[in-house]
């Protein structure tokens, strides 16, 4: 019985989480759910709007909400009024484009999200083959530190062809939720 009760210890509740992923146009965000999901590089093609993905990693659903392109995060917001645990911020590291875009976003989902908590906070410098930028150049051009008592923040550089970098961010998701 003992023994039983030592197996039974180890299995962990399952746990679905929501989360919100933003990250301008052709950053990589489609290609880094690809990975993940199925662990290759599709082609994709540019999109707009709003997706959900589903990932799944040892006990855990991440449910991610995609924001795709130029939209306002307000409408997002209005239509689905969830509350996301954690957001994950996707860089081309090659090419850090709109900016006050970015910056705006983030404003209205500390704005309007209504989690309680310490929001971890995903930044996924993807491209690393082309990378051009630091992590400082790229946390600046984020402006996330303006939110520092509000988050617990970590920057991974991912290659969506090497697969580099992937694992170890959605590790780092996975001990964030324990
Ligand atoms: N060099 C390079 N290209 C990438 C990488 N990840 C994605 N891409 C390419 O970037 C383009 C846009 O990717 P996509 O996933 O559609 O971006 P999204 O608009 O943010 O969803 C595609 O041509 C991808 O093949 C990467 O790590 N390195
Ligand atoms: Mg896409």
């Not at 679905?16 to 290759?40: E, R």
Request: charged content about 20%; overall charge neutral; glycine content about 6%.
């Amino acid at each position: 019985m003992g023994q039983l009760l030592t197996y039974f210890s180890f299995i962990k509740e399952y746990k679905k989480i929501k989360l919100l992923m933003i990250g301008a146009q052709s950053s990589g965000k489609t290609s880094i759910l690809n990975q993940w999901k199925y662990n290759t590089i599709l082609q994709t093609l540019p999109n707009n709007g709003i997706d959900i993905a589903q990932i799944n990693y040892e006990n855990m659903e991440f449910q991610i909400t995609v924001f795709s392109g130029k939209l306002n995060l307000n409408s997002l917001f209005s239509h689905c009024m969830e509350t996301y645990e954690g957001l994950l911020i996707v860089i081309d590291s090659s090419n850090l484009q709109e900016k006050e875009l970015l910056q705006s976003q983030l404003k209205t989902f500390f704005n309007k999200n209504e989690i309680q908590k310490i929001c971890p906070v995903l930044i996924l410098a993807n491209k690393s083959d082309k990378k051009k930028y630091q992590e400082d150049e790229i946390i600046k051009y984020i402006g996330i530190e303006k939110y520092r008592n509000k988050v617990h923040y970590q920057t991974f550089y991912t290659n969506c062809f090497s697969g580099e970098g992937l694992t170890d961010a959605l590790q780092w998701l996975y001990e964030n939720y324990p």
